[in-house]
């Protein structure tokens, strides 16, 4: 008569093996040096969902570059989240077209927005001082991936004995392990988030390319109107 066994639950079972896939993953790296930083390609162009749990939004999104330009776009005209970020010969724009809202939205909040001086060079700089968070696993596909944290500050510097500071911003982000230019998701949160109410949003990527994307500056966008500044200047601090 054969031995019967307890059936094991299959959560059980993924989770036992995705422990032991990290356990030999990170002890294969720890000997190592710390992963390259997250890096943003010069041209590149991605596809996924840009989603913020709290507001039930789940939208297309597509991050592209081309030739150090960026623009990341949310949504479409008939999704309630319509967005357009682009980092535009130096300067950064913001333009919101739909958001989900129970109070009227700020009156600039349907216009575009240039904010002053940003390049990609400096946004690389500030994404190459972020914080090597560890290995981890993403449940929805069991893939492995380096997170790593960056954090917006403002304040004084650390020359001063026991700086203040002031978070602005913070982003996790989920790299792969053999590629720092390839993010499978970003977990942005601060006070840039103005439109929505708990300061949190996910961009989940999909599907990934490596040459030229269409960034295109959009009408409404006018760059007369960009002030003579930078958009992190002194007293802000990536770290």
């Known amino acids: ?51 913020v749990k709290d507001l039930g939004a ?4 597509i991050w592209q570059g081309s030739n150090g330009n960026l623009q990341m776009t949310a949504g479409s005209t ?33 216009k575009c927005v240039c904010l002053g001086r940003l390049t990609l060079n400096t946004l690389n700089a500030c994404l190459n001082s972020s914080r090597y968070v560890g290995p981890e696993i993403l449940l929805d ?16 510097t650390e020359s001063k004995p026991g700086p203040v500071r002031l978070p602005i911003m913070e982003g996790d982000f989920y790299v792969d392990p053999g590629n720092p230019g390839k993010f499978w998701k970003v977990l942005h949160y601060g006070l840039q988030n103005l439109l929505d109410p708990a300061l949190d949003e996910w961009i989940v990527l999909q599907n990934f390319k490596y040459t030229p994307g269409q960034v295109t500056l959009p009408a409404k966008c006018d760059p007369t109107t960009c002030p003579n500044q930078d958009v992190f200047g002194p007293g802000f601090y990536c770290q």
């Open 1 to 51: 008569m054969p031995i019967q066994t307890k059936r094991r639950k299959p959560g059980i079972v993924s989770t036992l093996l995705m422990l032991a896939v990290l356990a030999g993953y990170t002890s294969s790296g720890s000997s190592g040096a710390l992963p390259a930083a997250p890096q943003i390609p010069r041209d590149f162009q991605w596809k996924g969902r840009y989603i």
């Open 58 to 61: 789940d939208v297309p999104f």
């Open 78 to 110: 008939a999704d309630t989240v319509y967005f357009t970020n682009l980092i535009y010969n130096g300067e950064l724009y913001t333009l919101t077209e739909n958001w989900p809202y129970d109070e009227p939205p700020p009156p600039y909040s349907n």
């Open 141 to 156: 596909n069991l893939r492995l991936v380096n997170h790593f944290r960056i954090g917006v500050m403002f304040g004084e």
